[in-house]
């Protein structure tokens, strides 16, 4: 099944590729330049996620997904949330989130036990400028003092998933796909793709 994400982050295309498995085709809106970027207005995960499938649905036919997710640090007051790929400024690298992430942390005082978090994903599902549904997924965990971690992209070296002793970048690959949130929002989308399939 051929399944078009409304994203121009081609880490975020391959992982979703890799989780989906070869019975999809994902691309994403990089093939496609002449389709403009989505203002992520929304106030919440699930408002952004459908802004942006929903407004490239309008565009290209066929089944548009659009994920939007981040990180939300309890003595943090759930920040950065929403902000969570522009955390730093607008166009801040992963490194620039990571340093201002710990450096925030660093001021409250927080030990590694108490530096609750989770990251949050939401996937809307949309076709000819409708939303269909939405999927949500979220895995808890805390996060650590130090960076630690070479896979993975975006706070994967800072969070550490409950029930292991490893940041998501160091988590082998394939163990982060069984478990992480963008995981479990999947696991929703494929099955109301396949439910879709079969009512055709």
Do not use: W
């Amino acid at each position: 099944m051929q399944l078009i994400v409304a994203t121009r982050n081609a880490h975020k295309t391959r992982e979703i590729q890799r989780i989906l498995g070869p019975a999809f085709t994902v691309s994403d809106l990089s093939a496609h330049p002449e389709i403009p970027d989505t203002r992520e207005i929304g106030k919440s995960f699930g408002e952004n996620a459908i802004l942006k499938a929903v407004g490239a649905s309008r565009h290209l036919p066929g089944f548009i997904v659009a994920d939007d997710s981040g990180l939300e640090v309890d003595p943090l007051g759930g920040a950065p949330g929403i902000f969570s790929a522009r955390y730093a400024s607008e166009n801040a690298t992963d490194k620039q989130n990571i340093d201002k992430l710990l450096v925030e942390l660093a001021r409250t005082g927080a030990k590694e036990t108490k530096r609750s978090a989770r990251f949050r994903c939401v996937i809307a599902l949309a076709r000819q400028g409708e939303l269909l549904e939405t999927f949500e997924g979220i895995v808890e965990g805390t996060i650590v003092e130090q960076a630690r971690g070479l896979h993975g992209f975006g706070y994967d070296p800072t969070f550490v998933p409950h029930g292991f002793e490893e940041t998501f970048a160091e988590l082998a690959p394939e163990v982060k796909d069984t478990i992480s949130h963008r995981a479990k929002a999947l696991r929703g989308l494929t099955a109301k793709l396949v439910a879709l399939r079969m009512a055709d």
